[in-house]
């Protein structure tokens, strides 16, 4: 099946984001790995310096995902709104 998107496949591009942040999850220990769960609190006995390092990191993917999600469902609505005007809908 060929790419929908006009910019990318979320195969090629969402995937690989989720798998990197697994990584920084496990690091925080504790954590619930689905995206935009809450992050767990520092631990007694971690360090907050890579503590806060891991959260900035995850956040900033998941605003990265948030804008590249936001960016097919933009391509989907103008599909259906142009299919609407089209007739065929």
Excluded: N
């Amino acid at each position: 099946m060929g790419c929908w998107s006009r910019t990318a496949c979320t195969s090629a591009t969402v995937q690989p984001a989720l798998e990197d942040l697994a990584g920084d999850w496990r690091r925080l220990g504790g954590c619930d790995i689905r995206p935009f769960a809450p992050l767990p609190a520092l631990r007694r006995g971690r360090s907050r310096a890579r503590h806060e390092q891991l959260v900035a990191a995850i956040q900033a993917e998941e605003a990265k995902l948030i804008g590249h999600l936001g960016g097919i469902v933009h391509d989907l609505q103008r599909r259906i709104r142009v299919r609407k005007a089209r007739g065929e809908w």
